[in-house]
């Protein structure tokens, strides 16, 4: 039977680190880490919002 329970942790790691190759891109590329930071926080927050009501 599937489990309906959701897993925030694994939720959000997979989030940080999806986002988080990008951000690495971005940083490559020239843009501010902190700026980068902030979009991979906002992203992985985002996905586990999105995965905890979907």
Same mark, same amino acid.
């Given at each position: 039977? @599937?489990? $309906?329970?959701?897993?925030?942790? +694994? /939720? &959000?790691?997979?989030? #940080? *680190? #999806? /986002? #988080?190759?990008?951000?690495?891109? $971005?940083? $490559? !590329? +020239? !843009?501010?880490? *902190?700026? /980068?930071? +902030?979009?991979?926080?906002?992203? &992985? *927050?985002?996905?586990?919002?999105?995965?905890? @009501? /979907?």
């Amino acid at each position: 039977m @599937y489990n $309906a329970r959701k897993d925030w942790v +694994g /939720a &959000a790691v997979t989030a #940080g *680190l #999806g /986002a #988080g190759v990008i951000t690495s891109f $971005a940083v $490559a !590329q +020239g !843009q501010n880490p *902190l700026v /980068a930071m +902030g979009i991979t926080v906002f992203a &992985a *927050l985002s996905a586990v919002v999105i995965d905890h @009501y /979907a």
